[in-house]
Antibody, heavy 120, light 107 residues
């Protein structure tokens, strides 16, 4: 059974950088084919796909966020990470990490979610 | 960007009744349409992928249908644990997008 455990800062000030990490256990981070995603959810915007990465580091981002977001992978530690720069109150959301069976596949396994609040 | 519109916003039904949830896309979706269930305080759970295929361990009272721009999730005989919010998602083009959700509540 695949498990995703996520962590990071929960309270940020405007203009700071959001950093979250998701650790994968239960199955190897490989083989190739899986895509590791970040998705967020807020009352105002609903569920919003942020972007995803494969084990080689190939990424695809939501165009609405692509100038602020970086997703990276650390295969040696079975982890992947999200960085979002220059946050504002609009970035307040529950952030989920997830795994899909491929790039154009739905997310089967999800982390528990991590609330990030941006407030001065 | 493909916009997904779900209806109704809220569905009030009794246990045992049949639920039909709609998801309409602003453009043709290439069959890559999923449905998720979310309960309060929990992560979304994949129910249906490829419009009509049930995910692992999903009861057969959940079924998906549709193509093009019109999709439906049907729950035949609501169980108490089925009262939740349901989201559709298209994952065939970037950005992947979600509908705004349909809440199925106990009448």
């Amino acid at each position: 059974q695949v498990q995703l455990q996520q962590w990071g800062a929960g309270l940020l000030k405007p203009s700071e950088t959001l950093s979250l990490t998701c650790a994968v256990s239960g199955r190897s981070f490989r083989p190739s084919g899986y895509y590791w995603s970040w998705i967020r959810q807020s009352p105002g915007r609903g569920l919003e796909w942020i972007g995803e990465i494969d084990h080689r580091g190939n990424t695809i981002y939501n165009p609405s966020l692509k100038f602020r977001v970086t997703v990276s992978v650390d295969t040696s530690n079975n982890q992947f990470s999200l960085k979002l720069i220059s946050v504002t109150a609009a970035d307040t959301a529950v952030y989920y990490c997830a795994r899909g069976e491929g790039l154009w596949e739905p997310s089967v396994y999800w982390g528990h979610g991590h609330l990030v609040t941006v407030s001065s | 960007e493909i916009v997904l519109t779900q209806s109704p916003g809220t569905l009030s039904l009794s246990p045992g009744e049949r639920a039909a949830l709609s998801c309409r896309a602003s453009q043709t979706v290439s069959g890559k349409l999923a449905w998720y269930q979310q309960k309060p305080g929990q992560s979304p759970r994949l129910l249906i992928y490829a419009a009509s295929s049930r995910a692992i361990n999903i009861p057969d009272r959940f079924s998906g249908s549709g193509s093009g721009t019109e999709f439906t999730l049907t729950i035949s005989g609501l169980e108490p644990e089925d009262f939740a919010v349901y989201y559709c998602q298209q994952y065939g083009s970037s950005p992947k997008t979600f509908g705004q959700g349909t809440k199925v509540e106990i009448k």
